[in-house]
Every structure is written in C-alpha cells, then in structure tokens.
C-alpha cells in the first residue's frame, strides 16, 4: 500500500484532450495507438477492442495505454468491414467520425462515446501505464464515467476555473484507473516493481539527465558518471531496475519527444532528428517509421483519434 501511495504521489498527470464522438460508418482501425492514454466510454453501439474483437458493453470504459497498439473496432463487424491503418484514418477520419456535444440525439450509429486522453509520468520521465506493460482493457466504473463527463462539460462549458478543475478531475480519472487495476489484480507485480524507482535516488538523476540531454551524447560511458556506477554495470544496474536496456529506453525517450516536437512546432525533419540526438536524418527517419509505423512526415499531418 505504502508503495503505491508513492507512485501515486510521484506521477505528473497531464491532461490533453476530450471529446464526444458518433461513428457515422462501421470500420476498424487495425492498429491503433497514440502517445497518451485514453479512456472511452461507450454510450450507445458497438465497439470492439484487441485481437480478439472484445465486445466493450454499453455503459463500461474502455483504457488504451500510452504507445500500447490496440485494433479497434467500430459498428458491427462482419468481412466487409473498412479497414483502415491509423495512417489512413488520419486522412479520412471526416468520413467516419464526427464531434458533438455531450446530449445531442442521433438516428443510426455505428456507435456514440465519449472520451478522454491524459498524459501519466513517474517524475515526469517515465510513462507509467507503458512501462506497466498493460493492454488495453474494460471497466465498469461509475466515478470514473462520471469523471469523463465532467471533465467534458467543464471544456465545453469553459466556466470560471474550468481549467483547475479539469486537472483535479483528470488526477482522479488516474487514481480511480490505478485502482482498477489493484483491485483487479492486473499486473500488480509491474505495479511494485515500480516502487523501485523511489530506492535508488540514483535511477531518478538517470532519468532527469536523459530527458534534459536528449540532443546529447546518451552512451553507457556517461550514464554510469550520472549514476555512478561502473560502464560495464551501468547496463545491468538500468535494467534490473526498470525491465529495459538504457540504449531501448533512451531511444523510445527521444521519439516521444520526436513525434511531441512534430505536434507542437513547424522545425523542419532534420532539425528534430537533431535535437533528439540524431545527426543521420536518414537514419532518424528510419527508426521513427519502425517504431510507428509511419514517416515522420506523415506523423505531423495525422490526426489521431483525439483530434477529431
């Protein structure tokens, strides 16, 4: 308990965007994912979740981690169903989804959710629902429904401290979410493995250096200065205490901030690559589509399924 109070207490919660959505046309979005979480709930129709096409019941939540592919599925699903990778559904989202306010009263759907989409970080560095290796998975949760609708109401409405009281409320989406997951036991072990963040001070200067040094020289030599610890340990200390190699955490650090500095400003492909710590622009572009799925170029002029 002590140690979940911890994490808790560390996370820097982020809120990004919410919406309402009616789905006008069944299709599938064969692998979806996005680089914040998101929480749907299903109002009115069908939506399929995974590999398995998981039927989301009316009424439940539906949770997407940060960066976790999830096909998803909209309307009935039969063999002539659209199916659109999230590239394409960039291009042809006006086709199929459109935005709305929370009570309007439609004909035939596909399907009607609303939604929500926040960032999660230990010390702000670390994704906290990624690195806990979860899928995507339903809740039936009434807080946490009623918390997506007010946070709804509070950006449609824009009243007097709307935007306090959107970040009081998306801190305790997180809560009621972690919750869900301790309650339900699913993967609790990850969960406390993360305590192990709070043990050594020194994995915590790691972390900050990385995030401040993304454009720099990030070699195991200089990690284990920052960590002090030996270079042909370094490696060893990072992963036993976190589940991944400094070099595969590092570069998943520099294309979140990629496809971050994508979204926010109009730097040119080579420039980003460099100030992610890419001097071959080629080579940059080439990791960033294995990661992704798509160029970078193309990331820029998506529109995921919060941006509708």
């Known amino acids: 308990m002590e140690d979940y109070n911890k994490i808790i207490e560390s996370l820097g919660i982020k809120y990004v965007k919410s919406n309402n959505v009616k ?22 129709g069908f939506v399929y979740f995974g590999k398995n096409k998981e039927l989301l019941k009316e009424g439940h939540a539906l949770f997407v981690p940060a960066n976790r592919s999830c096909p998803l599925h909209f309307g ?44 999660t970080k230990v010390f702000d560095t670390v994704n906290f629902f990624t690195a806990l290796d979860i899928p995507a998975f339903s809740m039936e949760n009434t807080r946490i429904n009623n918390l997506i609708y007010d946070v709804i109401m509070e950006e449609i409405e824009k009243k007097e401290g709307n935007q306090r009281s959107i970040k009081i409320k998306t801190e305790s989406l997180v809560i009621e979410s972690i919750r869900h997951i301790i309650d339900n036991r699913m993967f609790v072990e990850q969960m406390a493995t993360n305590s192990t963040y709070f043990k050594d001070p020194r994995l915590i200067t790691v972390f900050k250096y990385i995030k401040e040094n993304l454009g720099g020289e990030l070699t195991n030599k200089v990690l284990s200065e920052v960590a002090e ?22 570069e998943y650090q520099r294309m979140e901030h990629a496809v971050k500095l994508l979204r926010t400003s109009k730097m040119s492909i080579r420039d980003i ?5 890419y001097k071959d ?5 080439r990791r960033f589509k294995m990661m992704y799925g798509i160029p970078a170029g193309k990331m820029r002029k998506r529109e995921t399924l919060m941006n509708v």
């Open 281 to 285: 622009t080629a080579y940059f572009c």
């Open 273 to 277: 690559g460099r100030a992610c710590g």
């Open 23 to 44: 789905v006008t046309n069944p299709f599938s979005i064969k692998d979806f994912k996005d680089t914040e979480n998101i929480i749907i709930i299903l109002k009115k």
């Open 76 to 119: 009935e699903v039969n063999e002539k169903t659209t199916q659109l990778s999230i590239d394409e559904f960039g291009f042809k989202q006006a086709e199929y989804f459109r935005t709305t306010n929370l009570h309007e009263i439609s004909g035939s759907l596909a399907a009607d959710f609303s939604m929500v989409s926040f960032d």
């Open 229 to 250: 610890v030996s270079e042909d340990y370094v490696g060893q200390y990072f992963k036993t205490l976190t589940g991944i190699n400094p070099q595969d955490y590092i």
